[in-house]
């Protein structure tokens, strides 16, 4: 059944007195005929006590809250209800006349859109035709708008019956259903849709019910018929069809710019000529707290072009193009309907003087220039938050919108409203994910004397988000650098998150002047770590945190690079004319995995101006290919000797697919140098304390060979106390090794592989105060293992003019 059916109705009297009551009637409000006929409306409407006649009870309503309109019933057991009202008067013959009422809860109307364009010829909006019959089926009342349905006039209808009046195929059956009704007295399945015969040009499909008027002894007065002429609930219900199909291509993006603009080609020409969809900043770009409903105050919007069509090319009715900031005029339907969160209805656009229109001239003479003459705002709600707002306008259609327009905007907005609030989530996200990310890759990459340094990093397309990768070059002691690039598994907050924590920890444990391999199982530890933190209860089995690392070290003395690998990717090495190999190397199994394979390095010798590219495996893996396909193509990218770092990172990155990435790009370059013989001094020292005083007199001749007299005093106590370590704590071989890059590095070997410790001498001891003196005097000092020892050192500034070229 639908609302015509459903509807409860009563007639009344021109004193408001019950003289006609329904099954219907008393299923809503709990009383039977016997109970409601012969008493005042009252009884039913608490807002109708008082009132003289029903004419007078219809202009009040009509002064307050326009019309039709709602209010409030008594049920019969003391309950309110609040209903849809419609008093519809009707003529009879010699000028009597009567009204119709019809009532529906309003509680049972929380249906679809669907259902309410059935029911909004009844309820609100669309006319509806009434003739009630005795029960020899002769016409006794009926109003106006029954004419414009069928084109009977009132003359020729009033005390005939149907089948006299209308003589058609259909007038025989269309009485036997009004004989059921009597006999019945029930209302309920006799509705039927048909297309009734007119005088008024092309037939119109109507929806017929047919309600038995019951008297106070319970038995039938008279039928009811009431028609309504649903071309436009037809029409609505068709559109809304088509929106529900095309809605569904709604949410196929994460791109909050697009998922916007995917609404406005949707809305085109289906519900206007003309739509525009902003976005409030939170929303368009994950910036800043969404906008609530109801706490803009006095400060206007901040919203952004999102989506834009017309069906007009290029759309020439805009001021704003997509992505530009839009300005939102004061006291305009837009804003109420940002403030507010309800949508705003112009049927009729006018920009005469005291309308909101003549605030803002120059929107006003652009609405006259394209012919807009009918706007419908409907806000894009989620929750209490205001995401937005969609504007709708007409030009080309001759018709303003209505309020069944308004519905189906409404509609297919709250669809949206969905996929544009998770794109806005996403977007949130990402951006967070992003400035985390940024915040905590390297902002100036240097590789002192040891390599030239380039780098690209290209973060993910907005439906797959920020991946976890991370890169670095990090100074090592003795002029050598420390080469990283990783990788870990997902996308969003907790990859970038997670990211930033591992190359802390690479940071932490390159300082240890850890050897790759080492390095890289003490980090495989590090990340089962992470995954037993989060964690909520002992017994539960840790999250894997899944990575992957190459790191790699260079020492521009020797031209040795060695390198380590956790489930990543090779690097690429080009040789000075071109030729571009990939490394044998171990692969392993990546972090956090747990298979306890060990980690094995390899040690390479580079030619000078080498290229090392390390990369991930964004930049060589695609869906279509495999990875042998990308790394062929890096190679080809890179195999042009002569080239700058910098443009061979664009040569390399360009030549991926035209597609967005699916996972975030990263790629490091570094070009070798080697350290001339010149910056180098070494020696074999004896094991006594003679070598002390060998050890102090030999630097300083270096240094002064260097031009470093400056640093000679504080390197002969630097010098000293380490040999002297070495000479008390270490075994044979020990060696001095001085290296002038872009500080001053002293080093001295020996072959005990235990690391010094400093310790604070009380004021009673003799020694211990040999690496405090150290530390004072250098700007870092340290220790690292070697093959067959230990190498400790410490830094010292150079002056300003001695810094090598």
Known sequence: MNALSDAAVALLDERGTVVGWTQVAERLVGHSAGEAVGRSAGLVLPSFVGQPTVSAFVERCRARNGWPGTTQARHRDGRVLDVSLRITELDGIGGATRWLVTLADTGSLAGDVIDETVRGPLLARAPIGVVIRDAQLRCVWLNDTIEHHDGVPPGRRLGRRFIDAQPCAEAEVIEAMMRQVLQRGATKGYEYRTWLPTDLGEERPCAVSFHCLLGADGQALAVCVITADVTESRLARERLATVSEASGRLGSTLDVMQAGQELADLAVPLLADYVAVDLELSAAFGEGPPMFIGTTGTRLPSLRRAGLASVRRGAPESPWRRGEPIVVPSASPLLAALRTGRSQLEPVLESGAGTWLDRSPALARRLRTYGMHSLMIVPIRTRRAVLGSVLFLRSHEPSSFQEADLRLAEELVNRAALSLDNAR?????????????????????????????????????????????????????????????????????????TMGRLRTAVHTLADMELPPDELLTHLDD????????ECDAPEQVPVTTGATCLYAVYDPATRRCTMASAGHPPPAIVDPYGGVTYPELPTGTPLGVGLGEPVESVELELAEGSILALYTDGLVERRDHDIEAGMHRLATALAEPGRSLDDLCDIATKTLPDEPPFDDVTLLLVRTRSLDRSQLASWALPSDHSAVRDARRLAAGQLKEWGLEDLVDPTKLIVGELVTNAITHGTVPIGLRLIRHNVLTCEVFDANSCAPQPRRARTTDENGRGLLLVGKLSRRWGSRSTWGGKVVWAEQDLKPHHHSP
Do not use: K
């Open 425 to 497: 989530r996403y977007a949130r996200e990402q951006t967070a994910a992003l400035t985390l990310q940024r915040n905590l890759l390297p902002r100036r990459l240097t590789g002192g004397t040891a390599v030239d340094v380039a780098s690209r990093y290209l973060p993910a397309d907005m439906d797959h988000g920020v991946g976890g990768d991370w890169f670095d070059v990090i100074p090592l002691s003795g002029a050598r650098v420390g080469l990283v690039v990783g990788d870990v598994v997902g996308h969003g907050l907790h990859a970038a998150a």
């Open 526 to 533: 590090t990340v089962h770590r992470l995954g037993e933190e």
